[in-house]
């Protein structure tokens, strides 16, 4: 799985930078997989983003789905009619959310399906 998480900050693009980080996970079946976005490492203590299995109904069962968990401290804006080289500040009219399941399996913005 590769999973693109980008920023900018202040209107600063004098360092930008688009290189892909791969991050390779554990088997989230198995254990949940917890992600440090600043220091790019696995880490269960202080993480930003999950990769966790999740049981899902179907009819009379419940599935394993893979799904992506947000940390409550993430706080995410979506925005579908702007493209990411446009943005270079953090638009005035930014609507946080630090829903945890906001990418998960089954929400509107579900990263895995």
Do not use: R
Request: aromatic share 12%; proline share 4%; glycine share 2%.
């Amino acid at each position: 799985m590769i999973l693109f998480f980008m920023g900018c900050e202040e209107n600063n693009t004098n360092n930008i930078s688009l290189d892909n980080i791969e991050v390779i996970t554990s088997n989230c079946y198995e254990a949940p997989f917890y992600y440090n976005l600043v220091t790019n490492t696995e880490d269960v203590t202080n993480w930003h983003i999950s990769l966790q299995k999740i049981e899902v109904p179907f009819g009379d069962n419940t599935n394993p789905m893979p799904s992506i968990i947000l940390s409550s401290d993430v706080h995410v804006a979506i925005y579908n009619s702007i493209s990411f080289y446009d943005i270079i500040e953090t638009p005035a009219n930014a609507t946080w959310s630090s829903d945890t399941s906001l990418t998960s399996y089954g929400n509107e913005y579900e990263v895995l399906h």
